[in-house]
Structure formats: structure tokens, C-alpha cells
């Protein structure tokens, strides 16, 4: 028997069920303020890999982050199983601070941005001096995602022992880019060092089309047990075949179990890509990779492109504030924006 007034109690209260369930609802979410801190290692098929206290942890996003993405690079905070065994899972329930997102579009034309990265510090440019061809436009564009991202680039040249560096290391001199040079045989008799050097404490991307080499390199530096499968380019094409179909970061030897500031570095393998869309890149981020350059815009008109006809750069080189050369440079990179880039 049903009672009402000051008799009731819990019992007599009927509790109509929604539609999705009993559960009431809460805009009212957990701080998780006991949650672990991780790095996002690779991504697959929803599926996301984090480091977390030196184990490797399977996970996957919680439902109140919504439609926020993870990638590699990540720092994250996770809860739930962080055993790292066997069938078990952690969820991500919150995706810290970035310092940094490298992004590309699929083409020049595509307004939805695609985050490679996040919280790098340098981007590697991987290119092969031979089989296949050099792409110096391919290159132009992964300087400016570069210099847009806010990254330092690195300028990998592989197989040396087919072709002489020299002609493309001209095209850059003016940018001031680093570069180092490496052959194949080189890398097979371990003789990486020049290239770790210049990766120690940073997490550095590594980018560049298939078969240029890139995978192999990243072998040579990081230990054994880590090393992903390589493939060959193909003769008729002149292409590689992609090998590497995810974005993994690696520790380098002397890595401390959390990413930089570390004295070893990390180093992220891509996919090969064969183009680089810029659609989301600002000239005005494009410039600050140019400081000699930097003073002389106080006179461009607003969101001037730098390459417009009243562009105040002409003007400021002109009256000896900066090399000729440089404000070329810089036009050259911003033009890659309007061109695509040759398969």
C-alpha cells in the first residue's frame, strides 16, 4: 500500500526511468585530480598507447571529452587500469596544455585541419638525394608548416652515396636551416651519431615522402627492440611503398621514462606522405621565422601577405635593413601555399 504525507519514505517514491537510462543526469564531471600523467606513444583505430610510469598502457578517451582529439604527443591524464597488462584498459579524461601542434591539410583546398603531433619541438625534414628524386617544393612546404607550428627544421638528406648534397644545400643556404647529411652505408654500420646529436633533449618529428629513408634513420638511432619494418622504392614508379602506417614516438638511448626536458630526446616516425597541404597556414606566423625581416612589416597594410604589391618589405630591403635574398626566401615559402605540390 502506497502511503503519502509525512508517513512516506524512499519506498513510496516513483522514479519514472528517461530514455536513455535510470541515470540521472549531471553537468557535474569528476576532476579525476588522482589521475596518473602519460604520453600518448601511437594511436590505432581508437586505441591509444601511453607511456605511464615506464609501461606502456592501453587506453582509450573518456566520454566527457567529447569530440577533443588525442594524438601522438600528447601529454594526458588517465585513469583505470594502468597495469599495462595483457586485455586491460585506462581511460584518458583529460588532454593537458599543448606547446606546439604540427598540422597539414590534405590539400591546398581542404578546410579541415589534420593534427600530425603535438607538444614536438623540432621538425625533420627527411629527403633522399636519390631514389627517389629530391622535391625541393615538398620541402618548402614542411618549412613552412614548420615555421607556422613554431618548430625549428632540421634537414635530413639521405643516401648520399648516390648523389652530392651540394646543389640542394644551395636552395637553403640563405634560410639558415640546419641540415646533416648521411648515407646509406653509413647508417648500416651504426654511424648515427651526428644525426642523435642533434636530436639530444628535444622531441623532434621526423616528415618526408615514402622510401626517402626516413624509417631506416629513426632504426639507427633508437635501440633494437624498438625498430619498425622498412620497404624498398619502386622501379617504375620511382615511389616507396608506405611501411609505416602510424605515427609512433620512440625514446632515443638515455631517455628518461617521460618525455623531454630529457637528456636522451624522442623522436616521432610518420607515415610517408605524398603531399604537405598548407590551407591553414598564417603569413603572419610565417614571418617570425624571419626576424631580420620582422621590423619592417610596421608598415604593411593590414593582413598584408607579404608578397602584394604595397607589401612594406620591398621598401625595407630596399633601403638596405635586410638581404634581398632573405625577403626572396621568404616569398618563395609563401608561394608554396598557392602552388600544389608535384607528386
Given amino acids: 500500500m502506497r502511503r503519502y504525507g509525512k508517513h512516506t519514505d524512499e519506498d513510496d517514491i516513483r522514479v519514472r526511468p528517461g530514455r536513455r537510462g535510470s541515470r540521472p543526469r549531471t553537468s557535474i564531471r569528476p576532476k579525476?585530480?588522482?589521475?596518473?600523467?602519460?604520453?600518448?606513444?601511437?594511436?590505432?583505430?581508437?586505441?591509444l598507447t601511453c607511456l605511464v610510469d615506464g609501461r606502456a598502457v592501453t587506453a582509450m578517451k573518456a566520454r566527457e571529452l567529447g569530440r577533443k582529439g588525442v594524438v601522438v604527443g600528447d601529454r594526458v591524464a588517465l585513469v583505470g587500469d594502468l597495469s599495462g597488462q595483457k586485455d586491460t584498459l585506462a581511460r584518458i579524461v583529460r588532454v593537458e596544455p599543448r606547446t606546439s601542434v604540427l598540422r597539414r591539410t590534405a590539400d591546398d583546398n581542404d578546410p579541415y585541419e589534420r593534427v600530425i603531433v603535438a607538444n614536438a619541438d623540432q621538425l625533420a625534414?627527411?629527403?633522399?638525394?636519390?631514389?627517389?628524386?629530391?622535391?625541393?617544393?615538398?620541402?618548402?612546404?614542411?618549412?613552412?608548416?614548420?615555421?607556422?607550428?613554431?618548430?625549428?627544421?632540421?634537414?635530413?638528406?639521405?643516401?648520399?652515396?648516390?648523389?652530392?648534397?651540394?646543389?640542394?644545400?644551395?636552395?637553403?643556404?640563405?634560410?639558415?636551416?640546419?641540415?646533416?647529411?648521411?648515407?646509406?652505408?653509413?647508417?648500416?654500420?651504426g654511424g648515427a651519431d651526428r644525426v642523435r646529436?642533434?636530436?639530444?633533449?628535444?622531441?623532434?618529428?621526423?616528415?618526408?615522402?615514402?622510401?626517402?629513408?626516413?624509417?631506416?634513420?629513426?632504426?639507427?638511432?633508437?635501440?633494437?627492440?624498438?625498430?619498425?619494418?622498412t620497404g624498398q622504392v619502386n622501379a617504375v614508379t620511382g615511389r616507396?611503398?608506405?611501411?609505416?602506417?602510424?605515427?609512433?614516438?620512440?625514446?632515443?638511448?638515455?631517455?628518461?621514462?617521460?618525455?623531454?626536458?630529457?637528456?636522451?630526446?624522442?623522436?616521432?616516425?610518420?607515415?610517408?606522405?605524398?603531399?604537405?597541404?598548407?590551407?591553414?597556414?598564417d603569413p603572419s606566423r610565417v614571418i617570425h621565422a624571419f626576424p631580420d625581416l620582422v621590423p619592417g612589416t610596421e608598415g604593411c597594410p593590414r593582413a598584408c601577405g607579404h608578397d602584394e604589391p604595397d607589401c612594406a618589405?620591398?621598401?625595407?630591403?630596399?633601403?638596405?635593413?635586410?638581404e634581398p635574398a632573405r625577403l626572396y626566401s621568404l616569398r618563395r615559402l609563401l608561394a608554396t601555399r598557392e602552388h600544389r605540390e608535384e607528386d
Fill in 32 to 47: 579525476h585530480e588522482d589521475a596518473a600523467e602519460g604520453f600518448v606513444l601511437t594511436v590505432d583505430r581508437g586505441r
Fill in 125 to 189: 625534414v627527411v629527403t633522399a638525394l636519390a631514389d627517389p628524386e629530391p622535391r625541393p617544393r615538398m620541402i618548402d612546404r614542411c618549412l613552412v608548416a614548420a615555421y607556422d607550428a613554431g618548430l625549428e627544421p632540421l634537414l635530413v638528406l639521405t643516401k648520399a652515396d648516390l648523389a652530392p648534397p651540394e646543389p640542394l644545400l644551395e636552395a637553403y643556404r640563405l634560410l639558415g636551416v640546419r641540415h646533416v647529411v648521411t648515407s646509406r652505408d653509413e647508417l648500416a654500420g
Fill in 197 to 229: 646529436e642533434l636530436l639530444l633533449g628535444r622531441t623532434t618529428v621526423f616528415v618526408g615522402h615514402s622510401g626517402v629513408g626516413k624509417t631506416t634513420l629513426v632504426n639507427a638511432l633508437v635501440p633494437a627492440d624498438r625498430r619498425r619494418a
Fill in 240 to 281: 616507396g611503398r608506405h611501411t609505416t602506417t602510424s605515427a609512433l614516438a620512440l625514446p632515443l638511448p638515455g631517455a628518461v621514462s617521460f618525455p623531454p626536458p630529457s637528456r636522451g630526446g624522442w623522436v616521432i616516425d610518420t607515415p610517408g606522405v605524398r603531399s604537405f597541404g598548407l590551407n591553414h597556414v
Fill in 313 to 322: 618589405l620591398d621598401d625595407w630591403v630596399a633601403d638596405g635593413h635586410a
